[in-house]
């Protein structure tokens, strides 16, 4: 088993900065592809998926989302079992609960974080 713990969401004027944190505890040793994932509230009736906003693997190589692209950097630190998503340039659109994952390429996540809240204001 995964547990997977966000922190470092909050309420941010658009244009601002944050960044968000994922601690992975347990059998990370079978982790390879951790992520962020975020569901708006508009998106959260039953079979509304969450989209995925970067992936990172084990050694680094990231696939970020074009509509982030640019603005949101995902990074990991494999020693300390953290990955990270700085995000800035924020916009209201951006507003949703971010979510962290983990399990391997080319499948769903295993593993999922309780996500955390991102208020984008205008």
């Known amino acids: 088993q995964v547990q997977l713990v966000e922190s470092g969401g909050g309420l941010v004027q658009a244009g601002g900065s944050l960044k968000l944190a994922c601690a992975a505890s347990?059998?990370?040793?079978?982790?390879?592809?951790m992520g962020w994932y975020r569901q708006a509230r508009d998106r959260q009736a039953p079979g509304k998926q969450r989209?995925?906003?970067?992936?990172?693997?084990?050694?680094?190589?990231?696939n970020v989302a074009d509509y982030v692209k640019g603005r949101f950097t995902i990074s990991r630190d494999n020693a300390k079992n953290v990955m990270y998503l700085e995000m800035n340039t924020l916009k209201p659109e951006d507003t949703a609960v971010y979510y962290c994952?983990?399990?391997?390429?080319?499948?769903?996540?295993?593993?999922w974080g309780q996500g955390t809240q991102v208020t984008v204001s205008s």
């Open positions: 989209e995925v906003v970067a992936v990172i693997d084990r050694d680094g190589r990231t």
């Open positions: 347990g059998s990370i040793f079978s982790i390879d592809l």
């Open positions: 994952s983990a399990g391997t390429w080319g499948a769903k996540p295993d593993y």
